[in-house]
Nanobody, 119 residues
Framework: QVRLEESGGGLVQAGGSLRLSCTAS????????MGWFRRAPGKERELVAS????????YYTDSVKGRFYISRDNARNSVYLQMNSLRPEDTAVYYC????????????WGQGTQITVSS
């Protein structure tokens, strides 16, 4: 079993930056594919960014490319999402998620943290 704990959410003005952190316990992040999802009001949950286990291949949804950056620190068993040039449309609850190598569905989820971007 993997437990994920997020931190770093909050209120920020448009154009500002925030960094989300997610710390895992139960399994090392080095063997997990880690991702950040978000769910905005009235919208479906979407995968924002992910980083695979072992190869650390990166994925970003189009709307955040060039603004958001995902990284991992296996020594701290953590993954981060650096969010720059935030826009009001980035307002959502952000979730950290993880899955094992070769697993299709995301297996583990954090509790979520609110990001609100004011215009």
């Amino acid at each position: 079993q993997v437990r994920l704990e997020e931190s770093g959410g909050g209120l920020v003005q448009a154009g500002g930056s925030l960094r989300l952190s997610c710390t895992a316990s139960g399994r090392p992040t080095s063997v997990l594919t880690m991702g950040w999802f978000r769910r905005a009001p009235g919208k479906e949950r979407e995968l924002v960014a992910s980083i695979t286990s072992y190869t650390s291949s990166l994925y970003y949804t189009d709307s955040v490319k060039g603004r958001f950056y995902i990284s991992r620190d296996n020594a701290r068993n953590s993954v981060y999402l650096q969010m720059n040039s935030l826009r009001p449309e980035d307002t959502a609850v952000y979730y950290c998620a993880a899955k094992g190598r070769g697993i299709v569905d995301w297996e583990y989820w954090g509790q979520g943290t609110q990001i609100t971007v004011s215009s």
